[in-house]
Nanobody, 123 residues
Framework: QLQLVESGGGLVQPGGSLRLSCTASGETLAAYNVGWFRQAPGKDREAVSYISRFAVSTNYTDSVKGRFSISRDNAKNTVYLQMNSLKPEDAAVYYC????????????????WGQGTQVIVSS
């Protein structure tokens, strides 16, 4: 069974950058399309970005286009989310997802979730 572990979250000032990592174990991540979702307090979990199995296709929600970049290293069983020019509204718990991930993404179809990593954007 696929297991996902996110890392790289933390506190950053507005305008700063973070790189999130999602590392898989149990199965090869190359077998899956992967998505990043986020959930802020009191809000629904929303899809942020998507990458296909061999990175042929990537997608982003409108609010992060031009600032976030998704990539993957299948040899390392890892997907990354580079987040630049962070805004306070980007603050949330970020989750990695695999299995049932498409774009547009539907969180109800996701099979595997990581535990999440918190991103705080504050001065």
């Amino acid at each position: 069974q696929l297991q996902l572990v996110e890392s790289g979250g933390g506190l950053v000032q507005p305008g700063g950058s973070l790189r999130l990592s999602c590392t898989a174990s149990g199965e090869t991540l190359a077998a899956y399309n992967v998505g990043w979702f986020r959930q802020a307090p009191g809000k629904d979990r929303e899809a942020v970005s998507y990458i296909s199995r061999f990175a042929v296709s990537t997608n982003y929600t409108d609010s992060v286009k031009g600032r976030f970049s998704i990539s993957r290293d299948n040899a390392k069983n890892t997907v990354y989310l580079q987040m630049n020019s962070l805004k306070p509204e980007d603050a949330a718990v970020y989750y990695c997802a695999a299995g049932g991930v498409t774009w547009p993404a539907n969180r109800n179809q996701v099979v595997y979730w990581g535990q999440g990593t918190q991103v705080i954007v504050s001065s």
